[in-house]
């Protein structure tokens, strides 16, 4: 899976969206959740436990709605609702 098929499965799956810092044609792990990640975790335990070990270690970011990268500590709850 490219980074770029990385980055909107995940816009698919968790509806959360996250940008890795390298070329889009770059070969990543393959996102094969189901469900969304849970509302009530918090970007940064969500990057380390569900986004990390697929990328290893490119960096990588989730944007809010206005396009800014927000702390570590909001939920994805909050995340999600920025998008609207």
């Known amino acids: 899976m490219t980074v770029r098929e990385f980055e909107t499965k995940v816009w698919e799956v968790d509806t959360v969206r996250i940008v890795i810092r390298d070329r889009q ?16 975790w918090n970007i940064t335990g969500y990057l380390k436990n569900r986004i990390s070990p697929l990328i290893g270690d490119r960096e990588v970011v989730v944007l809010d709605g206005k396009g800014k ?5 909001t939920l994805l709850k909050n ?4 998008y609207n």
Do not use: F, L, M, Q
């Open 25 to 40: 044609t770059r070969s990543v792990g393959t996102y094969t959740p189901r469900n969304a990640a849970k509302e009530n």
């Open 79 to 82: 995340i999600r609702d920025s």
């Open 69 to 73: 990268i927000p702390n570590g500590r």
